[in-house]
């Protein structure tokens, strides 16, 4: 009953809470007959108070002096994992009420995304009994239909399964020999010293590969820092030991969390609780460290097997040493023979081999510790070319020997001797491999250097045979050159090589814009011409930085394109709305009054859009080209920096004279490709063609369907902005035609010439 001033926890009588138990009074039991209301239990009367229902310790299994059951008792039954006082329910390891709370707090992570944390604390039933506990203590139930309290995850994993554990060690660098004298210099050593450190390097064996620079392959690991890593790490317990709860709890760090309620006050009520004392007999898990000879189950392990399977994996690695060693010694032997040549110039490399191969020559042929110990002391001055520490290398084993060793394993009868034994095996076995294993180092370090000294010695004589080559081409084009100038041009040569003097046809030239202006009643757009100062672009490429910025990142970067790489020629649109407006703008001033503009939305509109806009050109060096302009367009080009030779020719005047043999497009533009001065003359084409040379700053306009054979001159590259046109009636409606003629049904210009033909033909009707 409850005295005024109790100081004792209430509880809602519920018996299964593993945590935190409590007394009943035995005066009421006795009165109400274990609190029952069915048959054999005193009824309550109306208005009556009830006692409060209180749970019976369970009785232990009884059993006989010889541990069995009793005779005619049912099969024991199992008691739960958790709690370990109530029967398990049927197909769980668990009571009813510890799997409620099994259940709650498995759906709790779940929902809090700690299920991983969850599987990782409860991989063990010691694991999973101490979280369950602290799950009821601080989350108990509080009735049907009613939240639980929120898990505190972090602050359990931080405070009861938290170990801090710090790990040393340095970083390491793989260092060519520029770096590492950079490197040192920052140390603060000398050049001098610096070469001293690298060649102690180079004599000691230090780790390294053949990765570096040219001519400085070589690399060693250097330290260049120590580091210290403080980790917080989570582990879970494995065996546990029970204690008193009030114990438990302050061990924990815990308040106590009563069913029923959220507060771990004292006096803190629910109703229908009972009045009741902390027992200081029931008990809650916690960590004890996991007894010798048992696995991670909890399973005593047979001693005997996991002896016997101890000394099977040594023998194996011992019976691999032998055959192992003898390939790795194979190798070097064949290696020493097929490159014997090479011992001069890799002495040092060779020095370490030898010393390599010795040492593991002795550890697999000798049997006993005295011969081994005598061939150790014979290479006692060449030590520092192998790994292994000469005091450890003395203490090491031959081969032979280590079957005997490893029989020491058979022997012991404990688990850490028997551990210990096969770890001394063990470590003899890695000393046998890490030898093996720098001979096999070596072979590989000498094959390679072999091969990089092929490999800069073929490079050098394919230097040799190109800078040759270059030398003999050079001689030739200057005595050509020479003998060109004195006897004048020659019938092999291309219109390319031709003086431009020697050509009778001027193109129409304009100094600069205003000059244009003036003169623009007596330009048709049906023969080309050039502006020698196009002051409007470069006027609106001063004032435009956003123009100037793409024009010049162009230039810097369209040589390293594959279609440059591939034909000398490159270009890209103009980015930017406003500014392809403005350019656009600029060439129109030059070419609307005898071009049409660009088409409204239409068949034509649908072709011609994409083909009208403003776009960046360059050229190569030693760029030369043949055919015509975009797409066989109408073309304006204004040269930004670089300069270009280029010869225009009307189509029709070279079809008609090659007569049957110009009636493919392919055939025109060979002939006219190839072309020379003689040839020009003997068919009559000296006055027709049109030649000049387009420098930097000027503006050119070539017709529609005109022939062009350019080359980019003084071997800069040549970059510069264009824009292409439909031509009116005016500028040349028959070289369209037959422009069209010449191409084949399936080339994707057909659409073009025959749409730019179809407007003209328009107008010409229009104006007639």
Known sequence: RETPGSDVPKSDGNASDPAVHFAFDAADDLLGGGGGDGEGGNKRKIGEQQSPRVAQPVPKK????????????????????????????????????????????????????????????????????????????NCPSRGQGVPRCKMDWVSYMEQAFSEERVVTGSKEVYMDYPDYEVHMKVKGYTGAEAISKWQEMESSGTEHDFKGRKDFEKRFAVSVEDYKLTENEISTC????????????????????????????????????????????????????????????????????????????NAKAIQGLGSESASALHSADQLCQKHASEKENLKHFFDILNVRVKLLTAL???????????????????????????EQLRNTLVVGQLHDMNQKVLAQEKRDGVEQAANDVKNMVSIHSQIRNAVKSSTKDIELAVKSKAKKAEAAEKKRKLDLEKENKKKADAEKAAAAAANGPQKGDTLLATDLKKLETEIQQFSNFDDFEKNAK???????????????????????????????????????????????????????????????????????????PVPTPGEEAKVFRPLLHAALFGGAGDMEYAGFEDKGLAQVRYVHSGARKIFMLNIEDLVQYLGKEGESLADVIHSWKNMSFW???????????????????SMLYVPPAWLVLERVENGKPLVGIRRSFIGRSTTGMS??????????????????????????????????
């Open 62 to 137: 009884v059993k006989t002096e010889n541990g069995s059951r009793p005779a005619g008792s049912s099969k024991a039954q199992k008691l739960c994992a958790l709690c370990e006082k109530e029967p398990c329910a049927p197909k769980f390891a668990y009571c009813a009420e510890c799997k409620k709370d099994v259940q709650s707090c498995q759906n709790a992570a779940k929902a809090e995304g700690r299920l991983e944390d969850y599987k990782r604390l409860t991989k063990t039933t010691a694991g999973l009994r101490h979280l369950i506990a602290h799950y009821q203590i």
């Open 364 to 390: 697999t042929n000798e049997t006993t510790t005295d011969g081994f110990l005598a061939k150790l002391d014979s290479l006692k001055d060449s030590l520092g070319y192998q790994p292994v520490p000469e």
């Open 735 to 768: 070289e369209v035609e037959c422009f069209s003629k010449l191409l084949p049904l399936t080339n994707s210009l057909k659409e073009v010439a025959e749409l730019s033909l179809k407007l003209m033909q328009n107008e010409k009707k229009e104006n007639s």
């Open 679 to 697: 040839q020009l003359v003997q068919a009559n084409l000296r006055e027709k063609v049109i030649a000049v040379c387009q420098p930097a700053g």
């Open 238 to 313: 494995s065996k546990q030991k029970k204690v008193n709860s009030k114990e438990g709890i302050e061990l924990l760090g815990m308040k106590p969390k009563l069913r029923g309620g959220t507060s771990g006050s004292p006096d803190a009520k629910q109703p229908g609780a009972a009045n009741a004392s902390t027992s200081p007999t029931e008990n809650v898990p916690v960590p004890e460290p996991e007894p010798e000879n048992t696995n991670k189950g909890g399973r005593h392990k047979d001693i005997a097997r996991y002896r016997a399977s101890l000394f099977d994996k």
């Open 522 to 596: 007596k330009v048709f757009g049906d023969e080309p011409f050039l502006i020698q100062q196009f002051d409007l672009m470069q006027k609106l490429l001063a004032d435009n930085v956003n123009a100037k910025c793409q024009l010049v990142n162009f230039g810097n970067q369209f040589l390293g394109t594959q279609i440059c790489k591939q034909t000398g020629r490159a270009q890209c649109p103009v980015v930017g709305d406003e500014i392809q407006k403005t350019i656009c703008a600029v060439f129109d001033k030059v070419a609307s009054s005898f071009t049409f």
